[in-house]
């Protein structure tokens, strides 16, 4: 007689406790869809960080009318070290515990060749899509540790696999983010953290704008927040560790 299978455990597709989840980068883009892909699928509490505190403002605005149960908005550049240990220390002392899922989307893009670029405007480009990554995680992946649990995700790009011209400095960081991502995996996955990287392609994005790319060129952003709820919403015997995604006729 064939064995049956094991009973599934873990998180349930739906009726999950609400999350609480911290988003960086979340004042536009892909990382205010992440928000909204939250609010509405999961009613999550939502914690958005930024540089620009109107933005943010009006993220969680449609949030909670998209049925996010709270969205609170924290200013802080993630490039900066000091101001992302306070960010850390504030936020877990404002809710009592860890973000159930943590998000570190923040990142730039600049074009522009590496023969001409200056090194203050590569390392820029690295602190926006690399640094702040590191300081984010690290001031708040102890707390999730020591529970036990947690869902860890990187917005990389596809980037991380292959170069392009006028480009160089992003890939650099974005090869690095991956690497880094895959670095916090090894230490974080025996504390019962599921470590997951996103890496879209070419984007409907404010990076996009001024670009003479036809928008269906370019995938949806919606799309691109809604894999990470599904990701998320997979049972805890499973992880998706890395997720690529492109428009149909490929890269551009």
Known sequence: ???SAPARTGRPRSGRTTPLVLITGASQGIGADIALAFAR??????????????N?????????KAGAKSA??????????????????????????PPDVLINNAGWFQPDALTQMEPAAFDAVLAANLHSAFYVTRALAPAMAKRK????????????LRAFPQGGAYVAAKHGLLGLARAWREELRPK?????????????????????????RLMASED?????????????????????????????
Do not use: H
Request: net charge negative.
């Open 224 to 252: 691109v927040a809604e894999v990470f709820v599904d990701a998320w919403r997979k049972s805890d015997r499973t992880v998706i560790e890395e997720i690529v995604l492109r428009p149909p006729l490929g890269d551009l």
């Open 192 to 216: 019962g953290i599921r470590v997951i990287t996103v890496l879209p392609g070419a984007t409907i994005s404010p990076s996009w704008e001024g670009a003479s790319v036809k928008p269906e």
């Open 72 to 97: 609170d908005c924290f200013a802080c550049d993630v490039t900066d070290a000091e101001a992302v240990d306070l960010l850390g220390s504030t936020v877990l002392a404002r809710y009592g515990q």
């Open 149 to 160: 649990r947690g869902d860890l995700f990187f917005t990389a790009s596809v980037a991380s």
């Open 41 to 54: 699928e999961a009613g999550a509490r939502l914690v958005l960080v930024a540089r620009n505190a109107a």
């Open 56 to 64: 943010l403002a009006k993220v969680a605005t449609r949030a909670k």
């Open 1 to 3: 007689m064939a064995a």
